[in-house]
C-alpha cells in the first residue's frame, strides 16, 4: 500500500515538474525571441549623403532620394543585430540636373545597369568602451563590384512618438575609393577618395 501510494503522488509531481520545466524554456524562447526589435527607416527623416573633392581644390556633396531597408536590434546580445539597406542610384541628386544625369550615366553609376547599391551585415559588435557606438562588418555592394567593409556606427538616440512608437536614430560615416568599384571615368576631375555620410531615423515595427 505504501509503495502504491509513493507511486500515486510521485507521478503528478513528476507531471508538475515536467510542465514547470516546459513553462520555463517557452518562457525563455520568447524572451530571446521578443529581445530582437525591428526598425524600418524613415526616408522622410533620414539623410545619405556623399562628399566628393573637385580638382583636389573644393568639396561638395551630393545625396541619394530613394532608399529603404531595416535594422534589427537585439540590445542583450548586438551579436544577432542585422543591418539591410538598399540605395536607388538613378535618384542620385547634386542640384545640378545635368550633373545628375551625368552621374547616372555610363561613365558613373550606370543606373540603367545597376540600379541599387545594397549593404547587408554579416557581423555587429558594440565597439570596446563605447556603448553607443556600433562596429558593423558587411557586404557593400556597387556599381556591380561588392566588397566587405567594416564601419562604424552611432546610436544617436531612443524614444517614443504619441500615436507613433518607438523610434531609433543611427549615423555612420565612412571612405572608399570609387576606382575599387570601377568608377575610373575623370580621376583628374573627382578624386577617388569619396566620403559617405548616413544619417538614419527608424521606426519599430
Known sequence: MKTEFKRSLLLPLSGLLVLGLFIITFSEKSESQNAVETYQIDA??????????????????????????????????????????????????TAN?????????????????????????????????????????????????KKSITVDVEITGKTNIPQGGEV????????IKRSEYGFDFGMEGVNDDIRIIVSIEAGRK
Not at 568639396?59 to 541619394?64: D, I, L
Not at 546580445?77 to 541628386?93: G, I, L, P, Q, R
Not at 531609433?168 to 571612405?175: E, K
Open 44 to 93: 522622410v527623416h533620414s539623410s545619405v549623403l556623399f562628399r566628393a573633392k573637385h580638382l583636389g581644390v573644393a568639396y561638395f556633396y551630393g545625396r541619394f532620394n530613394d532608399f529603404s531597408g531595416n535594422i534589427s536590434i537585439d540590445e542583450a546580445d548586438m551579436s544577432k543585430s542585422k543591418v539591410e539597406f538598399e540605395v536607388k542610384t538613378a535618384s542620385v541628386d
Open 168 to 175: 531609433m536614430g543611427f549615423h555612420s560615416v565612412f571612405d
Open 97 to 145: 540636373a545635368k550633373r545628375d544625369q551625368h552621374l547616372r550615366s555610363q561613365d558613373f553609376f550606370s543606373a540603367k545597369q545597376f540600379p541599387v547599391i545594397t549593404f547587408k551585415s554579416t557581423k555587429v559588435s558594440v565597439k570596446e568602451g563605447q556603448e553607443n557606438m556600433l562596429e558593423v562588418t558587411g557586404d557593400f555592394a556597387l556599381h556591380g563590384v
